[in-house]
């Protein structure tokens, strides 16, 4: 259900379930916890891609691995957050390495939160990023209510949220999103290459890039700035920063170890 390949200093996860559009089940949700934890200490992975087999990216939760109990109880969809969705979207944007995302086809319900919990994402012009929750009675979950208005704003989000009506990914791009929208037969080598320079770039720098970033809706300027100027005391130490500099005077391209200090 998952595959992962590594080349370039890239490990590409796909989401391999196509039959049924990539959704999530309670197995698929273990194997990629696993592949991703196994990634986070590879010393050789500089980068992930993460994109879905098929005609679509991900439609979010597989109903039918959520089969209610033959007398009626409810089934409890907070512990299925609380245990699988939660998990794998925290994995993501604390993982110390950039995550590009590919999206194929349609990103539906806790898709779209999958895709969105990623460092870029990059969609094929025939994409779509559907909320569909509303159609069957809940909530954008997997951080959709916290992400959405962050990147849209109240009223884009409040929109797609409450018509769970299809968004194009020229669309989703022009609002802000997402990162860029390109021709499907362009997506994957698109995807490859930005993941691959990536790749290539100053791991620790970029890490810290990606963290500080993430953390700064959380606090006030005042921390900020002082985290800032803790992350640039240990960069500064840095080879990469050492490289980087050489690199700019003697006006050639910087070869970054990867070395975290």
């Known amino acids: 259900m998952i595959l992962v390949e590594r080349a370039n200093g890239v490990a590409r996860v796909t989401l391999n379930r196509p039959e ?4 999530f089940t309670a197995a698929m949700h273990g194997e990629l916890a696993a592949a991703l934890d196994r990634i ?15 005609r679509g990216f991900c439609a979010g939760q597989d109903l039918s691995d959520r089969v209610a109990p033959a007398d009626g109880t409810p089934i409890d969809l ?11 979207i925290r994995r993501l944007t604390i993982l110390p390495k950039p995550v590009v995302c590919a999206v194929n086809g349609v990103a539906a319900g806790a898709g779209v939160s999958v895709a969105l919990a990623c460092d870029i994402v990059v969609a094929g012009r025939s994409a779509k990023f559907i909320q569909s929750f509303a159609k069957v009675g809940l909530i954008p979950d997997s951080g959709g209510t916290w992400v959405l208005p962050r990147l ?3 009223a884009r989000a409040l929109g797609l949220a409450l018509t769970g009506d299809a968004l194009s ?15 499907d037969d362009a997506l994957i080598d698109t995807a490859t290459a930005l993941a691959e320079r990536l790749a290539a770039g100053p791991a620790q720098g970029l890490a810290e890039t990606k963290r500080l970033i993430r953390a700064a809706s959380g606090t006030t300027l005042d921390a900020q700035l002082d985290a800032e100027r803790d992350a640039m005391r240990v960069l500064g130490c840095s080879d990469d920063y050492r490289e980087g500099v050489a690199a700019f005077l003697g006006k050639r391209a910087p070869v970054f170890g990867g070395t975290r200090n």
């Open 20 to 23: 049924r559009l990539n959704s």
């Open 40 to 54: 986070a200490e590879d010393g050789e992975v500089r980068a992930v891609l993460l994109t879905g087999a098929g």
């Open 78 to 88: 907070g512990e299925s957050i609380e245990r699988h969705y939660a998990p794998l």
């Open 169 to 183: 990914a020229e669309r989703a791009a022009a609002w802000g999103l997402i990162w860029d929208c390109v021709d």
């Open 152 to 154: 849209v704003g109240q």
